[in-house]
């Protein structure tokens, strides 16, 4: 994005940066994020060997409240602390405007600077840029970047992995080919078994592994898409799809008696599963729009079940769920939408829509006619007549008379008459930056319910708006990015959403907690609550493209219907119980379990900072462990059967590519390889590192445990070439081979030699 010049000068414009993506400490890279003031934004994040950069607009209010809160600090004259040993400097630096200077400060003096509210923004904004690619900030506020554009990386060039298994009751391996496939072949004797078609992206991971008496194999790769295939008949079992992008909104609903789930988002996609006989399957997507879709809504109409969605392009479109067809596109908006609702009553129904350009429209749903273009959204906070984007609207009723409410990112909350347009009220929401609205019925009384970025959740009676509910900052935890209302047997319950990913759920009448839900894996952006096989389910949509279905009585995780939000990196095979797993681990950081045969999703595992590169299981005594690792340096270990963590080994200097079990003097291990060529083996029950191997040259890309006459052999290959055997425990190098090819998978596969797999063939490496 170039600068873009105002009267033969550089435009106003404010650089916000951070991080060193060559120091060890620091997992996140250096970040730099330039926001100019023709609501522009740029965010450009540096990893060691990566670049990633990605293009934005603003919602009009960011320039002037970021200024507003610059100046309120005094900036660039703020008095700062100086950076203590190991803090983290932040720089910010203001061109071309009557603030012009710059000041570096370490993260956590913001709060007594003065500099919190700026950052804030800042912070927010690199979160919603990247997507929550960039983890080393939180996105507490409403979404404010819009049109956000990735530029196209480097290609990353496929380099090639390999797995060893069974096919058709014999030994076997397959390995990915430079065309996007793979191929299956014979061991010893390199026959062919079997090939498949080109892939759409890169394959990055594959495993061979079985279920049951049935042999398959895994792939998973840029498609983000884990994908399962009989060996010996080829025939695709599954294979997951999802959003590409984050989640902006999610809705639920009943449709032919079945609760189905609706989610949009970055992708331009409305993705939907439908929840059935215990399991929830994908129903796929609608596709077609430009730019990201902001928010979805349901409602039955004159017997046909309605959703719609709005986004970037300004535009909302009203799809029939039976056949996927388009009934309207709205047509109207100056500007992004970003919140849609419908009513249905009868043979009639209603459409709201809110976005950038301040004004709340409505929609007849027979006829696809606006029937009012409701202003009153404009004069933000800022004071300088900038526009004030609505950023929820919900239809609720007066006296059994429908009204529409709005909020609005000048921190209004205002009420109109659905049958005239007429003006019933307009009042502060209580806090700053709205960023959610519900319509709910407690007893009697008909209550707009608000969520704002900086904590309050408030409930007005429409009725004269007096304030009727009322929950604290602190009975919060902090800033709310989301909430819903919906029904549990004869209670009217409330669910709120937060930047760390967490849920909580209120009494609507009371307002007194009912229970917090354990964190999802990014920003919560939206909340609903549905009927899953007649239970009442909360489903969730992040902003790492995740979707979560909760259930409401119990709070357990139900199932996370989404695979990975990034490239697929690492697979494997366990058995947990009676039954068959693959675990996959991806770009995304997380790890994954999913039933082989089926696909269905079983469990998702967090804790990562970073990609997960590698993964591995084996027996612990008595429990199956998942063991994870990536470019945070850190091998993880899991408890497959529940996903509870149990150890963290630290040593790693640098990324991790390689993992595998094995018994080391009579109890289980892991060894650990990667970008150093570092090899260290850990304690597989405790956690404790035991040995470090550091004679490898290279970066790690097999590992393989065997023993002959009671000694126990590592194989270590490097992408160099080189294989080395080392004996244990005492380190010693029993046996270097160069080869010439770079070896992507090993097998000790008889008393006294390993294979070694690569795109050329095999090679045998004797130990002795």
């Known amino acids: 994005m170039s600068q873009p010049e105002v009267e033969g000068r550089v435009a106003p414009r404010v650089h916000y940066r951070f991080g060193n993506e060559f120091s060890p400490a620091n997992r996140h890279g250096r970040v730099e994020l330039t926001v100019t003031v023709d609501g522009g934004a740029r965010l450009d994040h540096y990893e060691v060997g990566r670049v990633r950069r990605w293009t934005a607009r603003l919602d009009p209010v960011v320039w002037p409240r970021l200024l507003d809160e610059l100046r309120r600090s005094s900036f660039p004259a703020v008095e700062v602390p100086p950076i203590p040993p190991g803090g983290t400097s932040h720089q910010i630096e203001v061109v071309g405007a009557e603030l012009a200077g710059e000041l570096v400060l370490d993260r956590a003096a913001a709060p007594g600077s003065g500099l919190a509210g700026a950052l804030r923004i800042l912070d927010s904004l690199v979160y919603q840029l990247s997507g929550g690619a960039v983890r080393a900030t939180r996105d507490d506020l409403p979404q404010l970047a819009h049109w956000i554009v990735a530029e196209p990386p480097e290609a990353e060039a496929a380099v090639g992995v390999a797995s060893f298994g069974m096919a058709g009751g014999a030994p076997a391996y397959a390995v990915t080919t430079p065309e996007n496939s793979f191929r299956l072949f014979s061991v010893p004797d390199g026959e062919p078994r079997g090939a498949s078609t080109r892939s759409s992206a890169p394959i990055r991971a594959l495993a061979l592994g079985a279920a049951g008496a049935r042999e398959l194999l895994a792939t998973g790769g840029d498609d983000q898409i884990v994908k399962v295939w009989d060996v010996n008949t080829g025939a695709e079992l599954h294979a997951r799809g999802g959003p590409e992008g984050a989640v902006r909104a999610v809705t639920a609903a009943v449709v032919g008696g079945d609760g189905w789930i609706f989610a949009a988002g970055g992708d331009g996609r409305v993705w939907s599963w439908r929840m059935a006989g215990g399991v929830i399957e994908e129903r796929g997507a609608i596709s077609g729009w430009t730019g990201s879709l902001n928010d979805v809504c349901f409602a039955r109409v004159a017997d046909l079940d309605l959703v719609a969605a709005g986004g970037d392009e300004g535009v909302v479109y ?260 009676d039954r068959d797993v693959v675990v996959s681990g991806g770009a995304d950081g997380t790890v994954r379990v999913w039933d082989a045969l089926t696909g269905a999703p079983l469990r998702r595992m967090l804790g990562h900072l970073a990609a997960v590169t590698a993964v591995t299981a084996g027996w612990v005594g008595d429990r199956m462990v998942i063991v994870s690792a990536g470019r945070d340096r850190v091998v993880r270990s899991w408890d497959a059967a529940t996903g509870e963590p149990l150890h963290g080994g630290h040593g790693h200097p640098a990324s991790v590519y390689c993992l595998a079990f094995g018994s080391l003097e009579h109890r289980p291990v892991i060894a650990s390889g990667g970008q150093d060529g570092t090899v260290r083996i850990w304690d597989a029950a405790t956690g404790a590192e035991l040995h470090v191997l550091s004679g490898n040259d290279g970066t790690v890309t097999a590992l393989a445990f065997g023993a002959t006459d009671g000694t126990s052999f590592l194989a270590v290959a490097t992408d160099d070439g080189a294989v080395r055997v080392w004996r244990l425990p005492d380190g010693l190098l029993a046996r270097e081979t160069r080869l010439a090819q770079r070896p992507m998978a090993a097998l000790f596969s008889a008393p006294d030699r390993f294979h070694v797999a690569g795109r050329s063939g095999l090679a045998v490496v004797d130990i002795g």
């Open 318 to 577: 009203v799809w029939n769920v039976a056949d996927g067809s388009n009934l309207h596109t709205l047509s109207g908006h100056q500007g992004w939408v970003n919140a849609v609702s419908m009513m249905g009553t009868g043979r009639k129904g209603l459409l709201a829509s809110g976005g950038a350009d301040g004004v709340v429209r409505v929609w007849d749903l027979a006829t696809g006619k606006q029937v009012h273009a409701l202003a009153g959204q404009a004069a933000g906070a800022s004071g300088v007549g900038q526009t004030a984007g609505v950023t929820g609207v919900v239809f609720g009723e007066v006296a059994g008379q429908p009204v529409v409410a709005s909020c609005a990112l000048d921190g209004m909350l205002r009420l109109w008459d659905v049958a005239s347009g007429d003006a019933l009220g307009a009042w502060p929401c209580g806090g700053d930056w709205p960023s959610g609205i519900a319509a709910v019925q407690t007893g009697d009384r008909s209550v707009i319910v608000t969520s704002c970025a900086d904590g309050p959740v408030r409930g007005w009676d429409v009725v004269g708006g007096s304030l009727v509910l009322e929950l604290t900052a602190d009975a919060l935890g902090g800033a709310v990015t989301a909430v819903a209302a919906g029904r549990s047997g004869d209670r009217t319950l409330l669910a709120t959403g937060y930047p760390d990913g967490g849920m909580r759920l209120w009494d609507a009448a009371s307002g007194s907690p009912v229970r917090t839900h354990r964190p999802a894996d990014g920003r919560v952006t939206s909340v609903a609550f549905g009927l899953f096989g007649g239970a009442p389910v909360l489903v969730t949509g992040d902003a790492t493209g995740t979707v979560r279905v909760d259930d409401v009585g119990s709070g357990e995780v139900l199932s996370v219907p989404t695979p990975h939000t990034g490239s697929v990196l690492a697979l494997g095979f366990a058995t947990v119980g």
